[in-house]
């Protein structure tokens, strides 16, 4: 009786969404995989600030321009986009791996270590979402000039705000702006 009642309410939701079909949300554009990146970059600031030294000497990082121009944004080309997105984490790599070589606190650097992994996540969600003209400008190393896309920071904290930013703003605008994304959500 009890398998009868839940055909019978399977089908009920089947016949209540009126044919639509439904697909379960795509892992590579599941946002709440990047608010757990953003919680982590978040959860490493809390690390930072509660070691009272070990945190490395103050040093200059470039990364990317986290301020997003909406009306640019929405004319461009999400292949461009994506170019954007992908050399901003490269920038971020290349200033969480210098800082992390500078940093004493084993805590601290394990996590910017694990921020470094799943900035390497989501450059691979990237190229899973089919953006193959996407190409990362990575540049030689973190004392390349700067250019209109980059700015210089000079401590860890800032860095790390950076990267939260950059995680909640850009990459999550482009997430939402992929075409395969954008099939999921119609």
């Known amino acids: 009786m009890q398998t009868f009642l839940g055909l019978v309410s399977v089908l009920i939701v089947f016949v209540w969404l009126g044919g639509k079909q439904v697909?379960?949300?795509?892992p590579i554009c599941d946002l709440r995989v990047l608010d757990h990146f953003v919680r982590e970059a978040r959860d490493s600031v809390v690390i930072m600030r509660g070691s009272r030294g070990g945190c490395g000497a103050m040093k200059s990082y470039f990364v990317p321009l986290t301020s997003v121009d909406f009306a640019f944004w929405e004319h461009i080309d999400v292949q461009e986009l994506a170019v954007e997105v992908q050399t901003g984490l490269s920038l971020l790599v290349q200033a969480l791996s210098t800082a992390?070589?500078?940093?004493?606190?084993?805590?601290?650097?394990?996590?910017l270590d694990n921020n470094i992994s799943n900035i390497h996540s989501l450059s691979q969600i990237?190229?899973?979402?089919?953006?193959?003209?996407?190409?990362s400008t990575v540049l030689p190393d973190d004392s390349a000039p700067a250019s209109t896309q980059t700015q210089e920071v000079s401590s860890l904290p800032e860095l790390l705000q950076v990267q939260?930013?950059?995680?909640?703003?850009?990459?999550?605008l482009l997430l939402s702006a992929a075409p395969a994304c954008q099939r999921q959500n119609s």
Do not use: C, I, W
């Open 164 to 172: 939260s930013s950059f995680l909640r703003g850009k990459v999550r």
């Open 23 to 26: 697909f379960p949300l795509q």
């Open 100 to 111: 992390m070589k500078a940093v004493s606190n084993s805590r601290l650097a394990n996590a």
């Open 126 to 135: 990237l190229h899973s979402l089919d953006l193959q003209h996407a190409r």
